[in-house]
């Protein structure tokens, strides 16, 4: 079945860094990317939208200049948090359509110290 | 990797019609979530029921948890063609790392 692969799996950054999370759909193409984040015992709430060559739709309340979405290619996602802070400590998901549907990526656990 | 399975990964039903679906999990966690997703759109978060919960209901949405067969179900009373849509499960381990999805269940309810 079709696969996103997710990277990294954990990162450790201090504050004021920028940190670069990527999605890949390994054996699909995928105009639509989601990306997502889950503060602890919380449920995911989506940041934005990536669509392939066009510009990321972000939710209302994400800092599309913090959060910078790059959806390059049909096969790739990246999502960089920049100037991070501690409370930007959290986990990120992505989910890609997929052509039976949907799938997600493994997570990236994010801590900024 | 996605450790949860819906079941069943498709279901057509008429509109007022109740729609069942069930989740089965791996490990031991701290919640059960189920969500919903539109094609196309992202995932919006319908209910979450915590290990020490058996029901729990929100609206046309009753959840169950059984964690001695490490199982939910989502029932979705009364349905509408505004229900179609793709149901996900998502288990939050308690060994505190990943965050797991389902499959999926296709939902589609025709009016």
Not at chain 1, 33 to 55: D, H, I, V
Not at chain 1, 89 to 109: D, H, K, M
Request: proline share 3%; glycine share 6%; with cysteine.
């Amino acid at each position: 079945g079709a696969v996103v692969s997710q990277h990294p799996s954990r990162v450790i950054c201090k504050s004021g860094t920028s940190v670069k999370i990527e999605c890949r759909s390994l054996d699909f193409q995928a105009t639509t990317m989601f990306w997502y984040r889950q503060f602890p015992k919380q449920s995911l709430m989506l940041m934005a939208t990536s669509n392939e060559g066009s510009k990321a739709t972000y939710e209302q309340g994400v800092e599309k200049d913090k959060f910078l979405i790059n959806h390059a290619s049909l096969t790739l996602s990246t999502l960089t948090v920049t100037s991070a802070h501690p409370e930007d400590s959290s986990f990120y998901i992505c989910s890609a359509e997929a052509y039976y549907g949907y799938t997600f990526g493994s997570g990236t656990r994010l801590t900024v110290v | 990797s996605q450790q949860g399975e819906e079941d069943p990964q498709a279901l057509s039903i008429q509109e007022g019609e109740n729609a069942t679906m069930n989740c089965s999990y791996k490990t031991s966690i701290n919640n059960l979530q189920w969500y919903r997703q539109n094609s196309g759109r992202g995932l919006v978060h319908l209910i979450l029921i915590r290990s020490n919960e058996r029901e729990k209901h929100s609206g046309r949405l009753r959840v169950t948890l059984d964690t001695s067969k490490k199982s939910s179900s989502l029932l979705i009373t009364a349905s509408r063609a505004a229900d179609t849509a793709s149901y996900f499960c998502a288990t939050d381990p308690n060994t505190g790392n990943q965050f797991y999805f389902g499959t999926g269940t296709s939902l589609t309810v025709i009016p």
